[in-house]
Nanobody, 127 residues
């Protein structure tokens, strides 16, 4: 059974940094993607970044390019989201999710394509 557990959220001042972690387990092959999504109050859940377990391809939303970095440890047990230059607009609950797919996705940020989700971790950026 695939399990995803996020950690690392918290309160940070604008301009600060946080690193989120997604502990992933239960995968039986590398044909999957781990995505980071976020949902701010009153808004739709949106894709932030994604990593291909099979070939390491990285994907980013335009709103976080140059500020956020997705990575994994060597064993791909943990996927990280390093978030720098945070602003109040980054305040949201952040979720990691898994998508099972062989090859490259047409789109990476459709939340309905992800079948397994973590419980989320709150990130609050104060102005």
């Amino acid at each position: 059974e695939v399990q995803l557990v996020e950690s690392g959220g918290g309160l940070v001042a604008a301009g600060g940094s946080l690193r989120l972690s997604c502990a992933a387990s239960g995968f039986t092959s590398d044909d999957y993607f781990i995505g980071w999504f976020r949902q701010a109050p009153g808004k739709e859940r949106e894709g932030v970044s994604c990593l291909s377990a099979s070939d390491g391809t990285l994907y980013y939303a335009d709103s976080v390019k140059g500020r956020f970095t997705i990575s994994s440890d060597g064993a791909k047990n943990t996927v990280y989201l390093q978030m720098n230059s945070l602003g109040p607009k980054d305040t949201a609950i952040y979720y990691c999710a898994a998508r099972f797919l062989r090859g490259s996705p047409t789109t990476w940020s459709g939340r309905s394509d992800y079948t397994n989700w973590g419980q989320g971790t709150q990130v609050t950026v104060s102005s």
